[in-house]
């Protein structure tokens, strides 16, 4: 549950109540969004990732 929340204990609606302000950081974690063309590039080259394989493959051969 931490890693979608930046290593914090509480969710939001758990903040939000009266007197329940405070949040406990577990551990430093990132929040990486991926962008539209960054996934639309991912879905390419898992459709190429074959091809791309036996080429490398073919390299260190």
């Given at each position: ?23 406990d950081?577990?551990?430093a ?31 260190i051969?």
């Amino acid at each position: 549950m931490e890693l979608g929340l930046h290593g914090q204990s509480k969710t939001a609606i758990e903040k939000n109540r009266l007197a329940n302000w405070e949040n406990d950081i577990g551990d430093a974690y990132y929040k990486c969004n991926m962008a539209d063309i960054m996934a639309t590039i991912g879905i390419v080259q898992f459709e190429r990732m074959s091809e791309l394989f036996h080429k490398r493959k073919n390299l260190i051969s």
